[in-house]
């Protein structure tokens, strides 16, 4: 199994440029998350998802959409890039059961001048 | 809501001496408190975790203490090795559920 995993890894955005992260777990978890992580400050949640279909605002929603249109995958879109998006953006993934207990992916170093 | 605070920010001890982090959480009604570690260029793994019906919980060289009334709890590693070397995050939530509030994180270096 490959976990969660992330893609791009790195990416540099100009200011008003449009991106999407995306998330993909192999493990058939139904709750998702995307937490952004800045120095200082810990993971700070964005959004997340319950299941298929389903998302719901976490403690910094605003600039960011996001989408579950498959169990496996959860993308994090930007629709108009702002330097204070600059952070490492991590995916997460936990069973219904024990939501408790989060798997995270490697992150995206996200950086927009 | 929810304030998570987590000291020391940054923390050095000799290999094979013990290291010790402490959390303080705000909000009463958090009964769950997982221990996350983060090695460089990773994702938070979890470690060790805690619920509020239980003050104490050990595994290996870890152990987490929680002391509801006083809102805090503490991440205790002994014998420390380098392979501890990381950030370790400490994080509170409400109802065993998703939505955790993570302390700023602890930078740990354990020196040889």
């Known amino acids: 199994n490959a976990g969660v995993t992330q893609t791009p890894k790195f990416r540099v955005l100009k200011t008003g440029q449009s991106m999407t992260l995306l998330c993909a777990q192999d493990?058939?978890?139904?709750?998702m998350y995307w937490y952004r992580q800045d120095p200082g400050m810990g993971l700070r949640l964005i959004h997340y998802?319950?299941?298929?279909?389903?998302?719901a605002k976490g403690e910094v929603p605003d600039g960011y959409n996001v989408s579950r249109l498959k169990k496996q995958n959860f993308l994090l879109g930007l629709e108009s890039a702002a330097p204070s998006q600059t952070s490492v953006y991590f995916c997460a993934s936990s069973t219904r059961l024990a939501a408790f207990e989060q798997f995270f992916g490697p992150g995206t170093r996200l950086t927009v001048l | 809501g929810e304030n998570v605070e987590q000291h020391p920010s940054t923390l050095s001890v000799q290999e094979g001496d013990s290291a010790v982090i402490k959390c303080t959480y705000s909000?009463?009604?958090?009964?769950?408190f997982p221990w996350y570690k983060q090695e460089l260029g990773k994702g938070p793994q979890l470690i060790i975790d805690i619920r509020s019906n239980v003050g104490e919980k050990k595994d290996q060289r870890i152990a987490v203490t929680l002391n509801k009334t006083a809102k805090h709890f503490s991440l205790h590693i002994t014998e420390t090795q380098p392979e501890d070397s990381a950030v370790y995050f400490c994080?509170?939530?409400?109802?065993?559920?998703?939505?955790?509030?993570f302390g700023p994180g602890t930078r740990l270096s354990v020196l040889p």
């Open positions: 994080a509170a939530s409400q109802n065993y559920g998703q939505n955790f509030v």
């Open positions: 493990m058939n978890h139904e709750y």
């Open positions: 909000d009463s009604a958090s009964n769950y």
């Open positions: 998802s319950v299941g298929e279909g389903t998302t």
